[in-house]
């Protein structure tokens, strides 16, 4: 992970287990979030800015958790393009998998259909 940090990729916290973070009580929320970033922050040697909500659920009090763990963003599992009025701890995303992720051509149809190109 470092060597790719070093390259310029950027990393983002998903909790230290994997929870469902509207799920389970705002103090064990916070602590999970909370230790992702330690984790991060220790393997990379940097503080990350993003996170994923593991399961894409979330509550206001969880997203208020995840900027207080420094964190300046966060995206759901809600499919699409980031806007211009897009609210930084509810973002949509754009999936790639290693289908899409392998083949350029297959990439660029992802990314297009989100934009309404074809």
């Known amino acids: ?35 992702s970033s330690e984790a991060l922050t220790s393997h990379l040697g940097r503080r990350e800015r993003s996170f994923a909500y593991p399961y894409g659920k ?13 964190f300046a963003r966060a995206c759901t599992t809600r499919r699409g393009p980031v806007a211009v009025d897009s609210q930084p701890f509810d973002l949509p995303r754009i999936d790639v998998y ?13 990314i297009t259909q989100f934009f309404g190109l074809f």
């Open 1 to 35: 992970m470092r060597g790719l940090a070093n390259k310029g990729m950027d990393f983002g916290g998903h909790t230290a287990s994997h929870v469902a973070l509207s799920g389970c009580p705002l103090e064990q929320a916070a602590d999970e979030i909370r230790r």
């Open 58 to 70: 979330f509550t206001p009090a969880v997203a208020r958790a995840v900027a207080d763990a420094g």
């Open 98 to 110: 290693e289908d899409v992720a392998l083949s350029l051509p297959m990439f660029g149809c992802r």
